[in-house]
């Protein structure tokens, strides 16, 4: 069972296991998920904040003592270097010395299991979405070579893209960010839908289908399809947008 304080371990994990002492902490994490753009350290360390305060308010709602959660809420004591941002600009080999010390990783297999079972997060079928992150970014591949505005190229090219991130590395992105993604995604194409008779009429159509495909496996983890109704009601549009002026086969 996935659960915040797993999720938190596994991001950390990365660093923790990094042999390049020199390299810079947050750049470590953001090059394994697939984060390129300028805001990538930014959005690290969103993520680990995120992981954090959530874990302290898993603790927090646990049927257990107020001791017990005192020494389970001084297990992430360590890192309110990250929470204060006092340490996010460290190396591995700096951040090893500090708050990511293995022990005190380690420790927080100890909060999972003391959550497993009472504040458990959503998880997705891994093989599922690693399928779906390979099938994104092929399309990515085919939207550098089609024939379009640029800005529409680009925006187009690093939403794909970072679908397939966080399809691969679901367990530090989470609902959110998938949701995010799919709405900028698929209202970046609605909102500048292809020429009548186009050839990018058919790429469209099927990074249509993925999105879908994307708000599946969103929605096995929040059934709450209120929150989400805009991405398929903005994709069945566009599927039949396309059908209708798309090219004949």
Same mark, same amino acid.
């Given at each position: 069972?996935?659960?915040?304080?797993?999720? %938190? =371990?596994?991001?950390?994990?990365? *660093?923790?296991?990094?042999?390049? $002492?020199?390299?810079?902490? /947050? &750049?470590?994490? +953001? !090059?394994?998920?697939? %984060? =390129?753009?300028?805001?990538?350290? *930014?959005?690290?360390?969103?993520? $680990?904040?995120?992981?954090? /305060? &959530?874990?302290? +308010? !898993?603790?927090?709602? %646990?049927?257990?003592?107020?001791?017990?959660?005192?020494?389970?809420?001084?297990?992430?004591?360590?890192?309110?270097?990250?929470?204060?941002?006092?340490?996010?600009?460290?190396?591995?080999?700096?951040?090893?010395?500090?708050?990511?010390?293995?022990?005190?990783?380690?420790?927080?297999?100890?909060?999972?299991?003391?959550?497993?079972?009472?504040?458990?997060?959503?998880?997705?079928?891994?093989?599922?979405?690693?399928?779906?992150?390979e099938q994104f970014?092929?399309?990515?591949?085919?939207?550098?070579?089609?024939?379009?505005?640029?800005?529409?190229?680009?925006?187009?090219?690093?939403?794909?893209?970072?679908?397939?991130?966080?399809?691969?590395?679901?367990?530090?992105?989470?609902?959110?960010?998938?949701?995010?993604?799919?709405?900028?995604?698929?209202?970046?194409?609605?909102?500048?839908?292809?020429?009548?008779?186009?050839?990018?009429?058919?790429?469209?159509?099927e990074l249509a289908?993925?999105s879908v495909a994307?708000?599946?496996?969103?929605?096995?983890?929040?059934?709450?399809?209120?929150?989400?109704?805009?991405?398929?009601?903005?994709?069945?549009?566009?599927?039949?947008?396309?059908?209708?002026?798309?090219?004949?086969?």
């Amino acid at each position: 069972m996935q659960t915040s304080a797993l999720s %938190l =371990q596994q991001i950390l994990t990365v *660093a923790n296991t990094s042999r390049d $002492l020199k390299a810079d902490f /947050l &750049q470590v994490l +953001a !090059d394994h998920i697939g %984060l =390129q753009d300028q805001n990538a350290k *930014a959005q690290v360390v969103s993520i $680990l904040h995120s992981k954090l /305060l &959530q874990t302290a +308010a !898993d603790i927090e709602s %646990l049927p257990v003592d107020d001791h017990m959660k005192k020494h389970l809420q001084n297990q992430l004591t360590p890192f309110n270097g990250i929470l204060n941002l006092a340490q996010i600009h460290l190396s591995i080999g700096d951040a090893k010395r500090n708050f990511l010390k293995s022990d005190n990783v380690v420790a927080l297999t100890n909060v999972h299991l003391a959550l497993t079972g009472h504040v458990v997060a959503g998880s997705v079928d891994r093989f599922e979405a690693e399928s779906l992150a390979e099938q994104f970014r092929a399309v990515a591949g085919r939207i550098k070579n089609e024939d379009m505005p640029v800005s529409l190229k680009n925006s187009l090219l690093k939403r794909t893209l970072k679908m397939a991130s966080i399809l691969e590395h679901y367990y530090a992105f989470g609902p959110d960010n998938l949701q995010e993604e799919l709405e900028g995604l698929v209202g970046a194409m609605v909102v500048s839908p292809p020429p009548q008779s186009s050839k990018v009429a058919k790429l469209y159509k099927e990074l249509a289908a993925l999105s879908v495909a994307g708000l599946v496996i969103l929605t096995t983890v929040d059934a709450s399809l209120g929150k989400v109704v805009s991405i398929t009601e903005n994709a069945a549009k566009l599927v039949e947008y396309v059908d209708e002026v798309g090219p004949k086969s």
